[in-house]
């Protein structure tokens, strides 16, 4: 049904009334009305082109007269579109991957300034669950003006315990005293290698000896070798972190020469922490003609029947003693390392770790006359292979980096070879020698090994 409309008009207001409207309101509202309305007489006529390119024309010149000017637009952005930059904890926890420069960057921070905050350097390494400080104070050191005199070394003999990242320099500025006077005390030199939870003397106390005690013609610094013991004695002394050949003869009070003799060694022997050195008697003699009392290395130089080549045997020492002196994970964190590699380079994990524990247990401090390193026992030629397969260079000294080559040359061996106890074989004789001479025996024995421990880590 429709409404009826009626046809009488309602009554226009007069203008004095509408003029009494308008002035009520206020000026902002009368202008907001007069945009929003304008009057249809103020509209302009659009003009239709008569022609395309008319058209054309028309239609580029509008585009033109939309471009906002380049000089109007900010180039930079605007700080409540930036995204949010984390604030930094004032102590981070090491993950897997991390790196100090990329620590820095996701915080904001220096690189230089994280280094100094934690007395570390450029090359050290660093380890996941090791704590780093992001803020705060580095430990200060050592004011010029301070007199970095002996005298200043604090009493009693006071040791300090040696802290992931720290160097002697920084140890004797913390505590300030001359570097060379903490080489005295502990004896060691520019070429120590220090440890955590080593022990280090930062005064000198009843049992070190004063650094004056070194003749005054002989030209030394403090630096020099402590003074003998007043009475030298025959016997054997087992090699700790840091001694050198010299500060040992010096110690117990023999020529450096009749300590070298004694022992059959020369000058450019390398002793390592665990070796037995017989010390000569007060006549200059050894105290018994003793060869089993030689220096005793940390890797032998046979295994299983085979022996190896002093070079190799050599480096295989350094490489254990440099081990020996670092923090390395244990063996169920290098187990769940293996593992972890495995699976993110595609490598059946309980393989991985069966060839893990075969080779060394999961002991990322083992070392064999071969020179073989670390959990995967991957020697320098093989870890130079693995760096080119993964298209970086690898340290063996590196658990992740060891893991990382060990499983890539699984991975290869896997993919090269005619069949998997054949890339198993690969591993341990060599993929060349398998593939000319067939395995042999003790082949034979490893590849059953590790289809066996497989089968316990699945």
Do not use: C
């Not at 994280?114 to 350097?121: E, T, Y």
């Not at 570097?179 to 030199?189: G, T």
Request: proline share 9%.
């Amino acid at each position: 049904m429709t409404m009826s409309r009626s046809h009488k008009q309602p009554p226009k207001p007069s203008l004095p009334m509408l003029a009494a409207t308008t002035a009520a309101l206020p000026a902002v509202v009368l202008s907001s009305l007069a945009l929003a309305q304008p009057a249809a007489a103020e509209q302009p006529v659009r003009a239709i082109p008569g022609t395309l390119a008319a058209a054309m024309k028309a239609q580029a010149a509008t585009a033109t007269a939309a471009v906002i000017p380049a000089a109007s637009v900010s180039t930079a952005i605007p700080s409540a579109f930036r995204p949010a930059q984390p604030q930094a904890p004032a102590e981070y926890t090491i993950a897997r991957g991390d790196t100090i420069s990329a620590i820095a960057g996701k915080f904001g921070l220096n690189t230089a300034e994280v280094l100094k905050l934690n007395n570390l350097q450029a090359n050290t390494i660093i380890y996941p669950g090791q704590k780093i400080k992001l803020s705060g104070s580095a430990a200060a050191p050592a004011a010029p003006s301070a007199a970095p005199a002996p005298a200043a070394a604090p009493a009693g003999g006071a040791t300090y315990t040696v802290k992931p990242g720290d160097t002697l320099g920084a140890i004797a500025a913390r505590h300030n005293v001359g570097l060379a006077d903490v080489f005295s005390w502990n004896n060691l030199n520019m070429r120590s290698v220090i440890y955590p939870g080593q022990k280090i003397k930062v005064g000198a106390g009843d049992g070190a000896p004063a650094p004056a005690a070194a003749p005054a013609s002989s030209g030394l610094a403090s630096t020099s070798a402590p003074a003998a013991p007043a009475a030298p004695a025959s016997g054997s002394y087992t090699v700790k972190a840091g001694d050198t050949l010299s500060a040992i003869a010096s110690r117990h009070g023999v020529k450096l020469s009749e300590l070298l003799s004694a022992n059959r060694l020369g000058m450019t022997s390398v002793i390592y922490p665990g070796n037995k050195l017989a010390i000569p008697g007060a006549n200059g003699q050894p105290a018994a003609p003793q060869p089993a009392a030689s220096v005793t290395p940390l890797v032998p130089s046979s295994f299983l029947g085979f022996s190896y080549p002093a070079a190799v045997v050599s480096s295989a020492n350094e490489n254990k003693a440099l081990l020996n002196a670092s923090p390395v994970p244990s063996r169920a964190e290098m187990r769940n390392i293996v593992a972890d590699t495995a699976r993110r380079m595609g490598v059946e994990p309980s393989l991985a770790l069966a060839f893990a524990h075969q080779e060394s247990g999961f002991d990322q401090r083992a070392v064999s006359p071969a020179n073989a390193i670390g959990t995967m026992q991957v020697i320098p030629t093989s870890g130079q292979w693995a760096s080119d397969l993964v298209g970086r260079k690898l340290n063996l000294l590196d658990p992740y980096d060891n893991a990382t080559a060990g499983v890539a040359i699984i991975r290869q061996l896997l993919a090269t070879s005619k069949d998997r106890d054949t890339a198993i074989a690969g591993y341990y004789q060599g993929q060349y020698s398998v593939s000319k001479y067939g395995m042999y025996d003790d082949t034979k024995a490893y590849v059953a090994a590790i289809k066996a421990h497989q089968k316990n880590f699945g």
